[in-house]
């Protein structure tokens, strides 16, 4: 995972455009849940109101296919 520094924004880059993204908790909670306009490689994400911990985000493709990659808060 990759750990989260004291900015609380996070960067996801793809190399697929991204249709939507969930962040989902360690226990499976859904967090947040969103669409990208337009479809993007590259997004940035505030995650400052989310508790310290481990997270994991589930990428939609414009193409159908999906990603899940992870983070931690500190």
């Known amino acids: 995972p990759n750990p989260v520094g004291s900015s609380n924004i996070i960067t996801i880059n ?3 455009y991204v249709k939507t993204y969930s962040i989902t ?3 499976g909670a859904l967090v947040r849940e969103d669409q990208i306009a337009q479809g993007k490689k590259s997004f940035t994400v505030n995650i400052d109101q989310l ?3 481990l997270y994991f985000v589930n990428l939609k493709h414009t193409n ?4 899940i990659t992870r983070f931690i808060k500190n």
């Not at 159908?64 to 990603?67: E, I, L, Q, R, V």
Request: charged letters at 15%.
């Open 14 to 16: 793809s190399t697929e």
């Open 25 to 27: 908790s360690v226990t």
């Open 51 to 53: 508790p310290n911990g």
């Open 64 to 67: 159908g296919k999906s990603s």
